[in-house]
């Protein structure tokens, strides 16, 4: 499983970002980590992120023909967050 996480840390961080010193490093590794953990969904358990539950499925056709998307970027512009606008 470790060895999972550390392929997808690299090919969806490290591959793509300049690196300037260690403080850096570490920064983006934990940028990665609240990202993967708390928001990136899985694809394991019905697209589940790991500590959070299912949220309940929209089911309205009201509601999904006016969806209201905002993405947030993360880490300037290598990860992106998605969720819906209040």
Known sequence: MFDIVLQTCRHEL??????????HLLHALREFEEFYNGHRPHQGI????????????????????????????????????????A
Do not use: C, F, S
Not at 14 to 23: K, P, S
Not at 65 to 83: K, M
């Open 14 to 23: 490290l591959d793509r970002t300049l690196i300037w010193n260690q403080r």
């Open 46 to 85: 019905a697209n589940a992120r790991p500590l959070h539950p299912l949220p309940a499925p929209i089911a309205d056709p009201d509601k999904l023909a006016r969806l209201d998307i905002r993405r947030r970027p993360r880490l300037g512009v290598i990860l992106h967050e998605y969720e819906h606008a």
